[in-house]
């Protein structure tokens, strides 16, 4: 009742007395501001904590909505239009604490790797604005690593494909802005299915301050992303969850136990690479997408593996586990919001 009161009071005008605090409902923004053609929602923050960042918000034109975001300690992460092109949601980060923007004007052309979003796999070459080439793979996007130092985007192998003489089929990847590719990533760095039975492989991630990156599990823009803060083993009983493009987010279940383990042994069989499966249903372009663990109230979660298959006639999600596959890439897991 009290946190309902506090949104309530902060929705009629910006105050900065007003204290709302972390989100009431688990993934879930509050509200803290309406006016001005402004509307300011918090999660695991103040209303307080944002006030400096509203501000400069208010004052800047639309179009450098994200520097003056930067300008007061947030990492601004994507936009998307909104009322029919009539405003923007803008989503920033700081810490571990999320906040989302909406105003009028001419959304900025700002957007970048995140777990969970969707991406492109082609044979030919991918062009931004452009229809994709035909025989175009959908899948999605896992967890940021880095690999000696440079950072890189974790999906499937299987989305690349794997041809006889061990090169990737489909090595050219994008980021995928509904209904063109979007974002242009380049050529599959690594391939582990290529040396290993391991469904994983590693593609570019964008640079520069319009084209972030960072180790959260996107959830559009009308609920804060999950802050990855390490990764967990994939335990027989433990709770999971997944989000992929086609199911979309927080797909949730538990690793299969007892004589359900069978189906690992099946699906990794037929698939040929090393999986644990779950209760959980996937759908095609759901390959590649982040298997993370059930998320804190603080709202992060720990990478637990990469979706790799549907298994079975109840369409059962199976993963690859995330610890093999950092091995087998010799890379680090990127931790979001101070590790």
Known sequence: MRTAVT?????????????????????EYDLCANG??????????????????????????????????????????????SDGGRSFDLV?????????????????????????????????????????????????SAFLVSLRGHPGGLSAAHCGGTRSDGTTHRRNAALRRPPQPGIVLGR????????????????PVPSGATRPSANVVDRGVSRPPWFVIGSA????????????????IDQCGAILVGRDRATDRLASRIGRTRVVCTSIPARQGDSGGPVYTRPTFGGTVRAVGITTLVFGLFQTMCFTPIGPVLDGLNA????????
């Open 7 to 27: 949104s309530i009071l902060c929705a009629i005008a910006w105050s900065l007395t007003c204290a709302g605090t972390a989100s009431a409902q688990l993934g």
């Open 36 to 81: 001005k053609a402004q509307i300011v929602a918090v999660s695991n923050a103040t209303c307080q904590d944002v006030a400096a960042a509203a501000t400069a918000v208010a004052a800047a034109p639309a179009g450098q909505t994200p520097a003056a975001l930067r300008a007061a300690g947030w990492k601004p992460l994507r936009s998307e239009v």
């Open 92 to 140: 920033a980060i700081r810490g571990r604490s999320a906040l989302r923007i909406r105003r009028s004007g001419t959304a900025p052309d700002l957007d970048g790797w995140m777990a969970g979003r969707e991406l492109l796999f082609a044979r030919g070459t991918l062009v931004g604005g452009a229809r994709p080439p035909k025989g175009t793979v959908l899948c999605t």
């Open 188 to 203: 599959v760095q690594r391939n582990l299915a290529r040396t290993r039975p391991l469904d994983a492989l590693v593609v």
């Open 233 to 248: 083993r994939s335990e027989p009983g433990r709770r999971v969850c997944y989000s992929g493009r086609t199911s979309g």
């Open 332 to 339: 680090t897991l990127v931790t979001a919001g101070g590790g």
